[in-house]
Each structure stands twice: as C-alpha cells, then as structure tokens.
C-alpha cells in the first residue's frame, strides 16, 4: 500500500508566499513523475507543475515565474514553493505520484489567498 500526503496548505494574503509538500509513503520502489494539480470550488482539477526523475521541470502558465516545484528523492518528496500568490491561486492542491506501473493522488490541502 501506498499513501501520499500533502502538507502546508492555508491562508494567506495576495503577494504572500506558501510551501506545500507531499510525502509518498509505502512500499515504494521507485518514484518516476511527481506533479501539482488545483481544483477551485466548481471548476475541473487542472494540472500546475511536474517535475521529472531527472529533475526536469514544467509548469502551467498561469504559475509559471511564481511557482517552483523540486523533489527530494531520498525522503520521497515533492515541493511546491508559491509566491507572488493572487487569489486565483485559491484552491484545493492535489499532489499526484507516478510510479512504473500506476498513480496515487493525495488527499489534497486547502489553499485561500485572501486580504
């Protein structure tokens, strides 16, 4: 079994900054892709950033020069670093791990961006 669980979500002003993290957890032989997704209340989940096992990196326009993603490996982790947030940026943040055979989503953290 295998379970991933995000961290770091909450409430912050617009211009502010927030740090999410997801740790997967199990039995884990290796871990390929590891990626953001957003879903804001009414709105499809929509993919943010992915980070490759090389470190390769990508990101949604709407984030991109605000948002930075980047893994540990060796604590089974992927990070989000967001700045420069606005309150579009409010949502529910799912982190989603590929592994060579199949996918597990965590249950996602809560972000608000408001005054």
């Known amino acids: 079994q295998v379970q991933v669980v995000e961290s770091g979500g909450g409430l912050v002003q617009p211009g502010g900054s927030l740090n999410l993290s997801c740790t997967a957890s199990?039995?884990?032989?290796?871990?390929?892709?590891m990626g953001w997704y957003r879903q804001a209340p009414g709105k499809q989940r929509d993919w943010v950033a992915l980070?490759?096992?090389?470190?390769?990196?990508n990101y949604a326009d709407s984030v991109k020069g605000r948002f930075t993603i980047s893994r540990d490996n060796a604590k089974k982790t992927v990070y989000l670093q967001m700045n420069k947030m606005k309150p579009e940026d409010t949502a529910v943040y799912y982190c989603?791990?590929?592994?060579?055979?199949?996918?597990?989503w965590g249950q996602g953290t809560q972000v608000t961006v408001s005054s």
């Open positions: 989603k791990v590929n592994f060579r055979l199949n996918y597990s």
């Open positions: 199990g039995t884990i032989r290796s871990i390929y892709d």
């Open positions: 980070i490759t096992s090389d470190n390769s990196t």
